[in-house]
């Protein structure tokens, strides 16, 4: 009888944390909660060289981070570093030399020094990853910040799509996620502090056709995540927090052609990249667990969760949704006939 009632308590106890869950989740809708500072903080990025990667490089370094930029390209992760630099010779300049000091003197202050390191690293290779990551122990610091960013497509229907495309697109988008983590999570945990962000997608919560290998590794991250945030939970290391990044198609490039339903498009059009950073960024410097953006992913994922298949089969024709990848498919071959595609991390 002793044990029936404990777990009753405890139950009960249960339901209030749920409610107050809801209760202080629909009060961030209404007071914008207080982004935290980030300055100082040395910020890994992967795929730093293009796209979304660039621009994430650009947020933290305006918030005076230390910027740690990873990509395979060389050439492109060094443009991005030129950009970082830039910011940092503005905020320098802004940066006042002195200031007044509480009895009424003035109060030297040091002026910003930018601070950005690149590296070459393949995260699609282990080794690499490892051996990359010691060096910015041993040359940068510990890190605070670990942005996942790095992906690739290879633009192929599943029987066309050779096995290595395959293999890379699932090795890049997923299984670098288990290196880097392993790699910088560690301190983390001893020092009770840290953050890390996975760059997923919206075909990672539902799919659609012709893009099978690239879905199943959105899949694969949103699964490493989620159970890596309750790992972290269980462990009651509260200092270190975990955001989950969930786009609808962003234009940056990467699946260029993919159309829905023209008379459906102007409501849902591709996502300006800069709106994508953005809107991440908040949800990064607030703690914010997921970001889905558009806000309407939610809810798609959340119809996927009970309606039957076949009803997600019909909405999927109404949108146009069920072969929006086939334009960009068709426009990839075509470009692999003429040797003219490159590939995107």
């Known amino acids: 009888m002793m044990n029936t009632m404990v ?33 100082g903080q040395v910020c ?11 621009l994430f490089a650009k947020e933290f370094a305006r918030r005076r981070a230390v910027l740690v930029l990873w990509d395979i390209n060389s050439k492109s992760n060094e443009e991005t570093a030129e950009l970082v630099r830039e910011i940092y010779r503005e905020l320098d300049s ?38 990359t990551a010691e060096k910015v122990r041993r040359e940068v610091g510990n890190v605070d910040m ?31 996620h288990f290196w880097t983590t392993k790699a910088f999570l560690p301190k983390m945990l001893e020092l009770n502090h840290g953050h890390i962000v996975t760059v997923a997608s919206s075909l990672g919560l539902f799919s659609t056709a012709g893009v099978e290998d690239y879905c ?26 975990m955001t989950l990044v969930c786009p609808y198609l962003v234009d940056t490039g990467m699946f260029k052609g993919c159309r829905i339903r023209k008379e459906i498009e102007p409501f849902l ?4 990249p800069e709106f994508c950073v953005t809107q991440s960024m908040r949800a990064i410097l607030t703690d914010q667990a997921m970001i889905c953006t558009p806000r309407i992913v939610y809810m798609v994922n959340f119809m996927k969760s009970f309606l039957p298949f076949e009803a997600i089969v ?18 990839r071959k075509e470009l692999m006939n003429n040797n003219e595609v490159k590939e995107d991390i």
């Open 7 to 39: 777990i009753f308590a405890e139950f009960f106890v249960v339901i209030l944390k749920v409610l107050w869950a809801f209760v202080t989740a629909g009060a961030k809708w209404v007071v914008r909660p207080k982004e935290k500072s980030v300055a």
């Open 44 to 54: 890994v990025i992967t795929g730093a060289g293009s796209g979304l990667g660039r």
């Open 94 to 131: 802004e940066s006042p030399m002195a200031k007044e000091g509480a009895i009424g003197g003035l109060e030297e202050v040091l002026p910003f020094k930018p601070q950005v390191y690149t590296y070459v690293c393949d995260v699609g290779k282990r080794e690499s990853v490892y051996s």
């Open 146 to 176: 670990l942005i996942n960013n790095a992906g690739v497509v290879s633009g192929h229907h599943l029987l066309e799509c050779p096995d290595e495309l395959i293999e890379r697109t699932m090795v890049v988008n997923c299984h670098a």
């Open 216 to 241: 199943a590794s959105k899949f694969g991250a949103i699964g490493f995540h989620e159970s890596l945030s309750h790992e972290i939970k269980a462990s009651d290391k509260d200092g270190i927090k």
């Open 269 to 272: 059009p591709p996502l300006k």
């Open 314 to 331: 019909c909405m999927y024709r109404f949108l146009g949704a069920d072969k929006c990848m086939y334009p960009f498919l068709a426009q």
